[in-house]
């Protein structure tokens, strides 16, 4: 960091330097020599970003898009074969189902429960403590936190001692273990678990901060006309925040849409699980299909795109 932070300062202090010196503010063009300054200078600070953005950014874009028409080994023109045949696969189109799917529960629960400690945590004592708590999964990576709830979904066959808590507790009830993870269609909602216990807390920090940002007269006029405290909650408060909670919602839509952490570490996408970004990582490392998976690559960009684009706008309004 400290040498990165050096690089930076150096350069941009020997850029000026250097500008300053070519077009120097003094002798007969001082006018003309700061119009073309200050015409340079922005682009000395943008450039190295500019630069960086495009070769991580827009160059990879390109290529994806390049070897889409290609065959596995991005060497062989196969024209429109790879969309032909992502039309027909049936896996493509289980990994297309199963993100719709992520992309209504995930967004939706995680923005609903994030709003609901919002509100609860402003309200008691102890509320700063509770929010840590809630927030605490953020600090897990997406592998951790899968490694952490494969523990509680853990699954031993009947008669033997239960590790899992969730089956333990099961157990205790006087119910069978299951395989949870195994079960067709409901195993997804057990991966979504992790994906919302994980956000609820981002959702319920950026909310927290909308509600604090409300005008206690709105809220004090409600009191005064006799509204009950759901009535201030859900007609006063939540339509003030509504642009927040939308960009929110999307914020994570847009990771939804790329998730394959969750995904690869707790099923691989086995019994009915896939997804487009596991889908895809199939194809580039395991199939050793580059055309394929470059494919499947542009379809998630171009879910995300309209969604990003959205989002910017929405929180440029906020910022106005």
């Known amino acids: 960091m400290i040498l990165g932070v050096s690089a930076c300062f150096g350069y941009f202090w020997g850029s000026n330097r250097l500008l300053d010196s070519i077009y120097p503010a003094s002798g007969e ?16 600070f943008m450039g ?46 289980e990994s297309l189902r199963n993100n719709i799917l992520w992309l209504i529960v995930v967004p939706a629960a995680a923005t609903f429960f994030g709003l609901v400690a919002a509100a609860l945590t402003d309200r008691i004592p102890w509320g700063n403590v509770a929010k840590s708590l809630i927030f605490m999964p953020m600090a897990i990576s997406f592998v951790g936190a899968s490694v952490i709830w494969k523990f509680i979904y853990d699954y ?29 269609f409901w195993n997804n ?67 939804v849409l790329k998730i394959f952490d969750i995904v690869l570490a707790m099923t691989n996408g086995q019994w009915g699980t896939q997804v487009l970004a596991n889908y895809m990582f199939d ?17 998630i960009m171009v879910m995300v795109v309209p969604i990003m684009v959205w989002n910017i706008r929405e929180a440029r309004k906020d910022m106005r």
């Open 189 to 255: 909602f057990f991966l979504m678990v992790v994906l919302i216990w994980i956000q609820t807390g981002f959702a319920m920090v950026i909310l927290s901060a909308a509600l604090r940002g409300i005008p206690e007269e709105t809220i004090e006029a409600a009191i005064i006309d006799g509204a009950s405290p759901f009535q201030i909650f859900y007609k006063i408060k939540v339509p003030q925040i509504w642009g927040t909670i939308a960009v929110v919602w999307t914020t994570i839509t847009i990771l």
């Open 48 to 93: 190295p970003a500019i630069i960086v953005l495009g070769f991580y950014l827009v160059y990879p874009v390109v290529n994806s898009v390049v070897l889409s028409f290609h065959g596995p080994t991005g060497e062989n023109w196969v024209g429109a074969y790879n969309y032909q045949w992502l039309v027909r696969d049936a896996n493509f189109r």
């Open 29 to 44: 063009n001082v006018a003309a020599n700061l119009t073309k300054a200050n015409a340079i200078r922005p682009w000395l």
């Open 283 to 299: 194809w580039m490392f395991r199939g050793l299909d580059f055309g394929r998976a470059s494919t499947i690559a542009l379809v």
């Open 156 to 184: 031993r066959p009947a008669g033997t001692e239960q590790i899992g808590l969730l089956n333990a507790i099961v157990t205790s009830l006087g119910g069978d273990p299951q395989a949870w993870l195994t079960i067709p």
